[in-house]
Nanobody, 123 residues
Framework: QVQLVESGGGLVQAGGSLRLSCTAS????????MGWYRQAPGKQREMVAA???????NYADSVKGRFTISSDNAKNTVYLQMNSLKPEETAVYYC?????????????????WGQGTQVTVSS
């Protein structure tokens, strides 16, 4: 099995910064993509940022220029640097990884999610 463990959430004032981390462990053949999502109370989960194994990135329009996603493939870790945070970005942030596992000659790809980390931005 695979486990994703997140860290780095917390309380910050508007305009402040936080850095989230998420590390995968377990039976991993390869990680094809990593991403961060968030879900505010009463709202649907939305994609914040994503990065492929080749380093290509994609951001939600609302965070472009303020958030930066990066990864350390050797450590199976993805980061999200969040700057100039806004109160409306208060949410639970989840990491997601698209992971390929191998059992003998059989390969399977699955989505895995972290447990979520609370980010609270005060005004």
């Amino acid at each position: 099995q695979v486990q994703l463990v997140e860290s780095g959430g917390g309380l910050v004032q508007a305009g402040g910064s936080l850095r989230l981390s998420c590390t995968a462990s377990g039976s991993i053949f390869s990680i094809n993509a990593m991403g961060w999502y968030r879900q505010a109370p009463g709202k649907q989960r939305e994609m914040v940022a994503a990065i492929t194994s080749g380093g290509r990135t994609n951001y939600a329009d609302s965070v472009k220029g303020r958030f930066t996603i990066s990864s350390d493939n050797a450590k199976n870790t993805v980061y999200l640097q969040m700057n100039s945070l806004k109160p409306e970005e208060t949410a639970v942030y989840y990491c997601n990884m698209k992971i390929t596992q191998r059992t003998g000659s059989h390969y399977s790809g699955l989505d895995y999610w972290g447990q979520g980390t609370q980010v609270t931005v005060s005004s």
